[in-house]
């Protein structure tokens, strides 16, 4: 009965109670009322606890350029990467494995939520140059010097030079083929005329070919004292002294070469030194030669110089102007004589025809059999200075 009394006595101040906290809710100002849509649960003692808000993801997107990013809290992760212009001001959530960052529910704390994967614009791959494996020539331009012309089930290339000349020329060296037409002969016309030749071209390719592999297969000159060197068509002995300064000499009568060397010098100097005295004895002996056949013959020429040519012995310019390799000087009297002789008819037939043959045959009729042997002797000619 006492309990009952009391509940009696208390009710209506605990009423009057809970009536002044009702009055003094409605006349707090809007500021200080929840905002809309959190959720509001007084306790007991008519307490409010703090409101929370509604969770929503962050928008991601890229602020404008104007626009100044927003500060970035000292606890923003780090490592993962965020969006641009993104930052989190929530303490640091604990670590999560990567394997569960893929895994977590798009509620996960923003710090750590996975950014989507941005759209990589392909990277284009470099061009590589792949050979073509096919008999279709590779198409050059018309004013290129290099050209390609399908010959048979062969593609054939080819250097073509542009003269003054009267007709279409043909040469064939350790560089491939030359082909010499003059200025108002078409393309077309060149390919025609080089397929009418064919047969010739491609067996003088070949046996270029051979011949150079041979070449290359010969062991090279051992450059010691007392070794063999090739001049006038026969060898001369190497002699090496040491000495003040460098000297270089040719003893006839014993056909020794002796090269005097600064001490230390290497086998590149001594090199050297017998290359300047070949090509010194070459220009002197050319000369003469040139003169004396050009007086044969009743013609001059407007200028020399050597070459140092793979195996093109020489050239003659339309202007007169002849080139002889310093290499003949290996060789035999003869067969400098006949390329010189060879050189100079070209000063009047700028071409290989049945006339400048007749023009050689005038100062030098042995021309046929000095033309072979000349190819041969090229192929037994040792390597001095590959």
Known sequence: MDR?????????????????LTAQAQAAPAAARPAAGAI????????????RPVYTAPVW??????????????YVDHAVDHPPGYATTQPRPPAIEPS?????SPSVHPAVMPRPAAPVPPIAAPEIAVPVRSQVPVPVPEHSTKRQLQVGEFILEYELRRSTRRSIGFMIDDDGLRVTAPRRVTIAEVDHAIRTKQGWILSKLKERRERRAARLQKPPVEWIDGASLPYLGADITLRLLVGGRYRTSFDAATRELTVVLLPGATEQALKERVKAWYQHEAKHLFVQRLDLYASRLGVHYSAFGLSSAG???????????????????????????????HELAHTLEMNHSAAFWNTVGLIYPEYDDARNLLRKRAQELPILFP
């Open 4 to 20: 009952i009394r009391n509940a009696r006595h208390f009710a209506p101040r605990l009423q009057r109670w809970l009536d002044d």
């Open 61 to 74: 997107s890229v602020p404008p350029a104007a626009a100044k990013p927003p500060p970035v809290s000292p």
């Open 40 to 51: 509001e649960q007084p306790d007991l003692f008519g307490r409010d606890t703090a409101p």
């Open 311 to 341: 195996t093109r012995w020489g050239s003659c310019t339309a202007d007169r102007k002849i080139r002889l390799n310093w290499k003949l000087i290996h060789f035999s009297l003869p067969l400098i004589d006949y390329v010189v002789a």
């Open 100 to 104: 569960a960052r893929a895994l977590t």
